[in-house]
Structure formats: structure tokens, C-alpha cells
């Protein structure tokens, strides 16, 4: 089990968590919502849950809860600018559609 972050991703996440000022790492999750069935949930993270699976990458730990990462494992998280717009983006190989608009996902159950 896995999830990966891109050069970009790592960056960003180092960035932020400085100019926090606190945090241990870059938080993922899933809800059930949204027009596809699920959604990921990204935050920064104060603490590791006894559920918490942490992956390091490049220095940068990226936590997820257990339940997420059944559904999540393999993803390759990366951050884009494009414009004035900025945004984490997720490359999920247990996806098989997204909506429209990229905020949801399904996978095959």
C-alpha cells in the first residue's frame, strides 16, 4: 500500500506547513459525496490517529486513515498552478470515472 507525491506536491506541502508554522503532514481522506460517489478530503495534519497509516515521501508525511486508504492506495497526489488557480490533483488508479467537474470519483465495488 501506497500513496506517492510529485516533486511539486512535496514542495507545496513543505511550503505551507513552514509558513504554518506547525503540522507533521499532508492529511488525505474520503467522503461519500458528490456526483460520482466520493471525494477526497485534504488537510494538514496536528497528529497521527491510532487508524493512520503514514507514508514519507521525500521527507513529507502524508496521512491517511485506514478506512480512506482501501479505497485511495496507489494515488499520486500532485500540485498544478494554472493561472491564478492552484490546486492538489490526484492520479487514482482505483478510480474508474470522475464528475465533471474533478471533485468526485467512483471505483468499481
Do not use: H, W
Amino acid at each position: 500500500m501506497a500513496i506517492t507525491l510529485t516533486d511539486s506536491a512535496a514542495e507545496r506541502v513543505r511550503t505551507f506547513l513552514a509558513k504554518r508554522g506547525a503540522g507533521i503532514g499532508l492529511r488525505l481522506g474520503i467522503k461519500k459525496t458528490g456526483c460520482s460517489g466520493f471525494s477526497y478530503i485534504v488537510s494538514y495534519a496536528d497528529e497521527i490517529g491510532a487508524d493512520d497509516v503514514v507514508f514519507t515521501v521525500d521527507d513529507v508525511s502524508v496521512i491517511v486513515d485506514s478506512k480512506s486508504l482501501e479505497i485511495i492506495d496507489g494515488t499520486e497526489v500532485d500540485f498544478i498552478r494554472e493561472g491564478l488557480n492552484e490546486a492538489f490533483k490526484f492520479r487514482n488508479p482505483q478510480a474508474i470515472s470522475e464528475c465533471g467537474c474533478g471533485e468526485s470519483f467512483s471505483i468499481r465495488e
